[in-house]
């Protein structure tokens, strides 16, 4: 989430970070809900000092009207006094509902307007438009050539009996697979491979979370509520299905003050992965590329603010020796201003070759949220000074399971 104090101190620094990232964004109206917001809670808080004030005051008189009657004195002038005080707390009362009837509705409009905003692009992310913008950090290995036209892995799944789109499609319909024999063991060995890989070399801690999550945890981590329609929803429970394992392990420390010392925390998850995909069309709709689900091991690590751009480059290391061991010919990409995520201050892609579309397709994004996601999940550490501060969160897919099948297999 935005902080509302950086909008108010760098319109305009906002302002062009929300121009290049293409970001439809009104800041001077969210600025001036703001500036109504401030000036009701300023009024509200002046009129409950009064009423508290007036309330203290009926009190003693009260007080006085009691020594009164002990003491055989009249008590018609207090009790009138008391009256008049009780006339003002009951108007401001009503004075203080009006207002609180007034600022709820701004407050809800703000909130919802804060959350639509994407996170501000890293000085390091390049300027564009698009993926035509992006910058590539570092190619490994070589580009794979045949004396033959290759297969696609759509095609050599099928041939091999390993992988079964057509009955797949029988069970569930456009954009599943069915792995069988072969195919399914190595679906499961390359789960396994990673999993080991990063618990037993790269310091990450297996969990095995929940992948059905309420709507905060959507929320928190920056899927909710801009992307509503591309996931799934159990409307009945009023949960949703997980687009990645970043939601439920980012969520694992929501609306938590982590102790002193406890940062980095390094996580390691598989899980199943939903997503509607309901832009994708074209060949990229065939086979493993783009499934409404698959299988994902994801990393997320929590670390103290100071650290989280040299934890982003160790984050992509860890993935990249996944790839490098798999012996696949990779790039990595520093996404530009245009084409990162919404929640994302800066994205390394990792794209892998694949024969079949001649071309690089991603596998992998690395990528550092800084205190967007915590600010959003209000998780925070404290520091040295016992102070509670927000933490950066940072999230890297090590990798998408059926890509790399995909690129193992091509």
Known sequence: MFDIKKLREDSEGVKAAMASQGANVDIDAILTTDAKRRDILSELEAKRAERNSASAS???????????????????????????????????????????????????????????LPNAPHESVPIGSDESDNEVTRVWGERPSFEFEPKAHWELGEDLDIIDFDRAAKISGARFALYKGAGARLERALINFMLDTHTKDNRYKEVLPPVLVNEASMIGT???PKFADDLFKCAADDLWLIPTAEVPVTNIHRDEILDTGVLPLFYTAYTPCFRRE???HGR???????????????????????ASYDELETLTADVEKILQALGLHYRVVNLCSGDIGFSAAKTYDLEVWLPSYQNFKEIS?????????ARRANIRYRDESKKPQLVHTLNGSGLAIGRTVAAVME
């Not at 690395?366 to 996601?373: A, L, P, Y």
């Open 58 to 116: 009926v009190g003693e008189v009260m007080r006085a009207v009691g020594q009164a009657k002990k003491a055989g004195e009249s008590t018609e002038e207090l009790l009138g006094q008391a009256d008049e005080l009780k006339t003002v707390s009951t108007q401001l009362g009503t004075e203080i509902a009006a207002l609180e009837g007034e600022l709820r509705p701004l407050e809800e409009g703000l909130r919802e307007a804060i959350l639509y």
């Open 278 to 280: 309901a832009g994708a």
């Open 284 to 306: 990229e709709t065939r086979g493993l590329i783009r499934q409404h689900q698959f299988n994902k091991v994801e990393l997320v690590k929590f670390v103290e603010p100071a």
């Open 222 to 224: 920056g899927q909710l």
């Open 365 to 373: 994004s690395c990528s550092n949220f800084e205190d967007f996601q």
